[in-house]
Each structure stands twice: as C-alpha cells, then as structure tokens.
C-alpha cells in the first residue's frame, strides 16, 4: 500500500525516574531528510536515531523533537564565574575612563559567549539513556506510520477514482476518431466542391478519399491512446507496491505527455474538450502523488 509522505507521531516513555518524549513531523520531500531538535549533550545520539528513522521512512523531510527529562536530563547550565569577572573588570575599567555609570544588573553580560557553559552528559549516561529513547522512537514511528498509512489508503482510493475517470476520457476519445473523419469528409466535399462548381469541375471521390487518407495518418492517435491505458494501469498496479513515489510520478509526467500529443493531432473540437478534462485529471494525479512516499 502507498504511503503519504506527510504524518506526525508523539510518544513518552518512562524508565525509573527518567522520562523520554518524542515528537515526529513529516512532509513532502523529493528525498529523505532528517533534522533533530534536543537538549544540548543528545545531538550525540543523531546518528543513532536517524538510522532508525531511516529503516522506516524512506522518502520526506522528517523533523524530530527530542525531550528527555528526569534522572537521565542532562545537568543545567552554569555559569563560568572566572570569565564572567573578567567581563566585569573590563566593563568598570571602561566606566572609569569614560565617566560611565556601572551597570546594576549583570544580565546582559550573561548573553556574552562563555558565559553560560553546557554540561553535556557522559557518554556511559546516554549509552544508559539509548534504550529509553530508542523505546519512545519506536513508538513515536508506530504513530507516525499508522497516519501515513491512513492518508495513503485514501490518496491511493482518490487516484484510482481519478485513474477510472481516465479510462473513460481514453474511450470517449477513442469513439470520436471515426467520427471526426466523416465529419471531415462532408465539410471537405461541401466547401471544395461549392469552390470547384464555381469552375464547372467536380469533386471526385478518389481524390476526396486521398485527402481523408492524409487527414487519418497526420491525426492518428490509436497509438497515444494505447500509451496511456497501459500507463494508467501500470499506475493502479503501482498503487499498491511499497513506496512507489518516484514511478508514480514519472508515470503522471508520460501521461500527460501522451495527452499532449493528442491535443496537437486530433483537429476536432470534441476531441479538444475531452483532452482538457484528460489534462485536469492528470494535473490532479501529478498533485497527489508529490505526497506519496
């Protein structure tokens, strides 16, 4: 069954006194790409996490939020008292000079680099850490997948639906041709030989059948027609294999170059409203399919 490409998942686990909260968002993406937001000391754990990711998610653009609280959270900041005394003695020094009163507060200073330093974990603590997360990421995919398939089983009924719509479009077209070319046939006797009586000649049916001879070969579309049916079924058959994106969308791109192609060859007016709505409908296939994995 296709997948959507666009879901999102949460999930918390607990172990002991340690609590892990993931949250995952996927959209469209020609390729897969993943991006982790977390607390300072767990980017260590990126290449981990986007392994797993990548075992279940093969195509979008995957954001990651990672929360881990508890026993297992990382210390707090702290401050680096020794640099923040150094700022503060060129800051006084600069006063003096200038005549300046010193400030009361040190909360700008705060913002300075080296001021505030991370306490990242030690790597046995996120090696302890890993089981936990890898739990809530499991989890958190479970609920992810679950929303793509739901969004993908109803992608995939509204393609078959539109693929349907195709196939009468292809027939309605494919009854018109023999149509077109009688159709040919009287506008073309009725207004040469009004020319041509004008002259006291006559039209004669040999070299009136050789004009409708040319006429079929230039506008000959049975070959387009058959294109796009096996298009459209190789289509459905794709709808339901595993992430079947990028044939699905170079599929959409042949049939409407198929349609097209009709639209240059088949000078009749019904013809040309019936490829406009062929058009539409695989606009409308083209669409969807940029959100199947």
């Known amino acids: 069954m296709a997948?959507?490409?666009?879901?999102?998942g949460e999930a918390v686990a607990t172990d002991g006194g340690s609590t892990c909260r993931i949250e995952l968002r996927c959209v469209n993406n020609r390729f897969l790409k993943f991006s982790l937001r977390s607390r300072e000391g767990f980017a260590a754990l990126e290449s981990q996490i986007e392994?797993?990711?990548?075992?279940?998610?093969?195509?979008?653009?995957?954001?990651?939020t990672l929360d881990v609280t508890g026993a297992a959270a990382p210390p707090p900041r702290s401050i680096d008292a020794g640099q923040l005394e150094a700022y503060l003695g060129q800051l006084e020094t600069f006063c003096s000079r200038h005549d300046l009163a010193l400030p009361?507060?040190?909360d700008a200073l705060l913002t300075?680099?080296?001021?505030l330093t991370d306490n990242l974990p030690a790597h046995d603590v996120l090696d302890r850490t890993w089981p936990l997360v890898s739990r809530a990421l499991v989890q958190a995919l479970d609920a992810l997948d679950a929303m793509r398939h739901a969004e993908g089983e109803t992608l995939a009924r509204d393609m078959r639906?539109?693929?349907g719509e195709i196939r009468g479009l292809v027939a309605t077209i494919r009854t018109r041709v023999p149509a077109?070319?009688?159709?040919?046939r009287s506008r073309l006797a009725e207004r040469v030989g009004r020319v041509l009586a004008t002259q006291g000649i006559s039209l004669g049916d040999a070299d009136l059948a050789r004009e409708i001879a040319l006429l079929a070969d230039r506008s000959d579309i049975a070959e387009?027609?058959?294109?796009?049916?096996?298009?459209?079924?190789?289509?459905?058959?794709?709808?339901?294999e595993e992430s079947p994106g990028r044939a699905l969308d170079f599929l959409a791109q042949e049939l409407a170059r198929e349609a097209n192609t009709i639209a240059s060859k088949a000078p009749d007016v019904t013809i040309a409203h019936a490829v406009v709505d062929l058009k539409t409908r695989i606009e409308?296939?083209?669409?969807?399919?940029?959100?199947v994995e």
Do not use: Y
């Open 224 to 240: 387009e027609l058959v294109r796009l049916e096996s298009h459209v079924d190789q289509f459905e058959r794709l709808l339901g």
């Open 51 to 64: 392994a797993a990711v990548r075992r279940r998610v093969r195509r979008g653009a995957v954001q990651m």
């Open 104 to 106: 009361k507060s040190v």
């Open 161 to 163: 639906a539109t693929c």
């Open 180 to 184: 077109m070319l009688d159709d040919h």
């Open 3 to 8: 997948l959507s490409m666009t879901g999102c």
């Open 284 to 291: 409308r296939l083209r669409e969807m399919v940029q959100n």
């Open 112 to 115: 300075l680099p080296g001021i």
